[in-house]
């Protein structure tokens, strides 16, 4: 893995200067688009997307240490990020959250600020790391309610033990641990040269109704000691059945 190793300036106290994002830019020592991959011990690894400033060609990601006051973004796994620096006046963008949100006001006002300053970032402040695919209602073992999740080109689909229109605006975590019981579920990760080589596995989704109708969230995977994360964003279907 490639880094780049960036540590937040200590002169960097939170005052806020009004800038524009241009100015921003201008300011920070590095600019990038991009999704924060992990998060351990403190230290952020962002992958780069696109570089606006200061990323050395051929560099893929970016290291730096996460502040530690409340002048400090609180950076999670899976978000996406116009990237300028960790604290507040540094002007980072928040593009995408951890449950695969688009932050839509932040994406139309960064793209016009960019474009009128020459900047050719449309494309990237747009892209999406979630999966797309489809989830649908079931039927549980015991005859109860299910949900089937399928997740395009991962190998990875889901049943989870609910009710398909119990799914709100909020995120609500769901662990599927491979219980027969209301609100668990199960996992299951498949070679993609081979769809019926497939294997259990456990691990927490994040479920949450958008405003344009479509389920979107996180699914973490756990298989021993290698752990998988996967934002998602997928169309529903409704079929017509009567479980019990």
Same mark, same amino acid.
């Given at each position: 893995?490639?880094?780049?190793?960036?540590? &937040?300036?200590?002169?960097?106290?939170?005052?806020? /200067?009004?800038?524009?994002?241009?100015?921003?830019?201008?300011?920070? #020592?590095?600019?990038?688009?991009?999704?924060?991959?992990?998060?351990?011990?403190?230290?952020?690894?962002?992958?780069?997307?696109?570089?606006?400033?200061?990323?050395?060609?051929?560099?893929?990601?970016?290291?730096?240490?996460?502040?530690?006051?409340?002048?400090?973004?609180?950076?999670? &796994?899976?978000?996406?990020?116009?990237?300028?620096?960790?604290?507040?006046?540094?002007?980072?963008?928040?593009?995408?959250?951890?449950?695969?949100?688009?932050?839509?006001?932040?994406?139309?006002? &960064?793209?016009?600020?960019?474009?009128?300053?020459?900047?050719?970032?449309?494309?990237?402040?747009?892209?999406?790391?979630?999966?797309?695919?489809?989830?649908?209602?079931?039927?549980?073992?015991?005859?109860?309610?299910?949900?089937?999740?399928?997740?395009?080109?991962?190998?990875?689909?889901?049943?989870?033990?609910?009710?398909?229109?119990?799914?709100?605006?909020? #995120?609500?975590?769901?662990?599927?641990?491979?219980?027969?019981?209301?609100?668990?579920?199960?996992?299951?990760?498949?070679?993609?040269?081979?769809?019926?080589?497939?294997?259990?596995?456990?691990?927490?989704?994040?479920?949450?109704?958008?405003?344009?109708?479509?389920?979107?969230?996180?699914?973490? /995977?756990?298989?021993?000691?290698?752990?998988?994360?996967?934002?998602?964003?997928?169309?529903?279907?409704?079929?017509?059945?009567?479980?019990?």
């Amino acid at each position: 893995m490639t880094v780049v190793l960036l540590t &937040a300036s200590a002169a960097q106290a939170c005052k806020f /200067i009004p800038k524009t994002l241009a100015e921003s830019i201008a300011a920070a #020592p590095v600019a990038a688009i991009g999704q924060i991959e992990t998060i351990e011990n403190g230290l952020v690894i962002l992958r780069v997307q696109q570089a606006l400033k200061g990323v050395p060609e051929g560099k893929q990601t970016l290291e730096f240490e996460m502040g530690q006051t409340s002048c400090h973004h609180r950076f999670e &796994a899976g978000q996406r990020w116009l990237y300028m620096g960790t604290s507040y006046p540094a002007g980072s963008v928040l593009l995408e959250d951890e449950y695969a949100r688009r932050m839509n006001e932040n994406i139309d006002w &960064a793209e016009k600020e960019l474009a009128a300053a020459g900047y050719d970032v449309a494309a990237a402040l747009r892209s999406s790391s979630a999966s797309a695919g489809v989830i649908t209602n079931t039927c549980a073992p015991w005859d109860g309610a299910a949900v089937a999740l399928t997740l395009e080109g991962t190998g990875v689909s889901a049943q989870i033990f609910i009710n398909l229109a119990d799914i709100g605006d909020t #995120p609500r975590q769901y662990t599927l641990d491979g219980k027969m019981q209301q609100g668990s579920g199960r996992v299951y990760v498949c070679t993609p040269a081979d769809a019926k080589a497939c294997r259990d596995a456990q691990g927490d989704i994040w479920l949450h109704r958008s405003a344009t109708g479509d389920i979107e969230g996180k699914l973490h /995977i756990r298989e021993g000691e290698h752990t998988r994360l996967l934002l998602f964003r997928v169309k529903q279907e409704h079929k017509r059945q009567f479980c019990g």
